[in-house]
């Protein structure tokens, strides 16, 4: 299961990173949306694909990413 997410997850963030708004954002902003990406994948195979792990994590992720952009 870990595998099939984390091939999910490589995926969004390929297709988040093409996207148009990704030029308009600031450093602090892409920091942000990157941390969340990575700390709900991380809290989604910590909690073995948990709801409130992924969840978690991507938020905790957020502002941790939003805190790195500074």
Do not use: F, N, P, Y
């Amino acid at each position: 299961m870990s595998k099939h997410l984390s091939v999910l997850a490589v995926c969004a963030l390929i297709g988040a990173s093409g996207c148009s708004t990704w030029e308009g954002m600031s450093h602090r902003e892409r920091s942000a949306a990157i941390g969340a990406g990575v700390g709900g994948v991380a809290g989604a195979v910590m909690t073995d694909g948990g709801v409130l792990g992924t969840v978690g994590g991507a938020a905790i992720g957020g502002v941790i990413g939003d805190q790195v952009g500074k």
